[in-house]
């Protein structure tokens, strides 16, 4: 997770190295991860020794088997002579097209023998640029809509092509929603923006997609999580007149009709359009400052019961942390009150997984406090997630990252125990947690531990946590009746 992490971070694959057979299993989640989020990665994993395969000797496993429906691709190197070759085109593989993690194997003995072998370069990858007249054909669909609507999201993105798709917005006259956790591709204060198609969204804005006439989707795969459960568009033939854009060119009807499909990447086109556009002949500023109103009251805080309001903490961290502050988050109902009341402003300052895997959260924080330490780093948890992964604020205090956590402790599993409430009310089962104190474990490594009962006491945690020169680990006891930022659990 802290190699997809870094993949993220910096558009070049993170490396990780696992042992045979456990650790192989264990950077399965890590892999998935990296699959669903198309974010480059190669994770290189111990193999017995060629002359011992297919024995079930010690920690055997077949990795093609294995990894085949993770990764993008998948194999096993038997000659040393033959390591630069599968190298470089894992490099290749895992940046090209749609990005994702590769799996190379090496056998022990392959390993750890000599060769003479040639070295490489580094990868030779396309522009993911697209021809003038895929822009043209974009620009002409979108002048003649009456409810147009851009969607940005996927991989291959920059801090340059997020100022792009505020150009390109503002001169177009087009409101602008990012997909699921992709939430920093553009400025969340700029006033064509108008929302995230996340969990749980804004139901104008749910409303909104479906009553599009135009869809401009930059980059998003258009998965479950970002149409409702495929409600706001309808498979296979959307009502919705669908331009995809993607660097996958078999992404592009894979669930959803498209009136155009161009293939490339997102963040180079929306530069190209960018540089390409004229207004429209129609002005559309009505409509989007009604897009936008709707978003900026759904960024009112909604009272949530306890001493620990988590949509107050969200406001307060708004005013705390500067622009360049990295927050993570890995799954579950906690991420609700992050992603709907905090607003980003650069790119690549959200890492959570679209996968929606637990525990990502933290290893994370750990890779992004590595690559930046001059910034903020906070990773947000809850207390079944963090302890996903708790060995990981080890590591932190290890190499010096200088994460700080923020255990939003309520003592349960709180998206299953949701679900259970509302389909087999008061049958609980399984979503109760026996919680360390999380303040003190994170004192007996050495690190900063504090425990905050009161939203009164929240800032000044915050400000102790920013000052400290180690990692720091926040615990916020909050009533298990905020279930998340619109349920609340009733039968307690």
């Given amino acids: ?20 057979g456990p650790g192989a299993t264990n950077a399965s989640a890590g892999v998935h991860v990296a699959f669903q989020d198309s974010t480059p990665m190669i994770l290189f994993v111990g193999q017995v020794a060629s002359d011992q395969r297919d024995r079930e000797a010690f920690q055997e496993v077949d990795y093609r088997a294995m990894f085949g429906p993770l990764a993008k691709w998948v194999a096993e190197i038997d000659r040393t002579d033959r390591i630069p070759e599968y190298i470089s085109r894992a490099f290749h593989v895992a ?14 003995d392959v390993l750890s023998a000599k060769c003479e072998a040639t070295v490489l370069p580094a990868a030779c990858l396309p522009s993911g640029r697209v021809a003038q007249s895929d822009i043209a054909a974009i620009l002409d669909l979108l002048s003649g809509a009456e409810r147009p609507l851009v969607l940005a999201g996927g991989p291959l993105w920059s801090e340059e092509a997020r100022q792009a798709l505020e150009r390109f917005a503002e001169v177009a006259q087009l409101p ?35 009553a599009a006439d135009v869809l401009l989707c930059l980059g998003a795969r258009l998965g479950e999580m970002t149409t409702g459960g495929y409600t706001l568009l309808t498979p296979p033939n959307p009502q919705q007149k669908l331009i995809h854009v993607h660097p996958d060119p078999s992404e ?29 002949a129609q002005g559309r500023g009505a409509d989007i400052a009604v897009a936008r109103a709707s978003y900026d009251t759904w960024q009112e805080p909604q009272d949530t019961p306890g001493t620990v309001k988590m949509e107050r903490a969200m406001t307060e961290l708004r005013d705390m942390l500067p622009d360049t502050a990295i927050l993570t988050n890995g799954a579950g109902n906690y991420c609700g009150w992050l992603h709907r009341y905090y607003r980003w402003r650069t790119y690549r300052t959200q890492l959570a997984p679209t996968s929606g895997s637990m525990g990502y959260g933290l ?7 590595l690559e930046h330490p001059d910034r903020p780093v906070i990773c947000f948890a809850g207390d079944g ?37 509302g389909k087999y009310p008061g049958r609980v089962s399984g979503t109760r947690l026996k919680n360390p104190d999380f303040a003190a474990l994170a004192r007996s490594y050495g690190a900063l531990g504090l425990t905050v009962t009161d939203n009164a006491h929240f ?5 102790q946590a920013l000052a400290a020169d180690t990692p720091a680990l926040i615990e916020l006891q909050v009533d298990p009746r ?3 930022t619109r349920a609340i659990l009733r039968d307690l």
Avoid: W
């Fill in 385 to 421: 997630c963090f302890q996903m992964t708790s060995q990981e604020f080890g590591t932190a205090c290890e190499y010096g990252a200088k994460v700080i956590v923020l255990v939003v402790n309520n003592g349960m599993y709180g998206t299953i125990r949701m679900h259970q409430q």
């Fill in 363 to 369: 290893p994370a924080a750990v890779a992004a406090a």
């Fill in 176 to 210: 602008v929603v990012t997909s699921l956790r992709c939430q920093d591709y553009m400025d969340n204060h700029h006033r064509n923006y108008v929302g995230d198609m996340g969990i749980g969204p804004n139901p104008d804005l749910a409303e909104r997609l479906r």
């Fill in 482 to 484: 905020a279930l998340s």
């Fill in 459 to 463: 800032r000044g945690a915050m400000d």
């Fill in 95 to 108: 940046q090209s097209g749609r990005p994702g993690p590769v799996v190379l194997a090496l056998p022990e």
């Fill in 1 to 20: 997770m802290m190699a997809e992490a870094h993949g993220k971070l910096t558009g070049t694959p993170g490396i990780c190295f696992v042992t045979r």
């Fill in 252 to 280: 592009p009807g894979h669930v959803f009709y498209p009136t155009l499909s161009v293939t490339g990447q997102a963040g180079q086109v929306v530069q190209q359009l960018a540089d390409t556009c004229e207004a429209p």
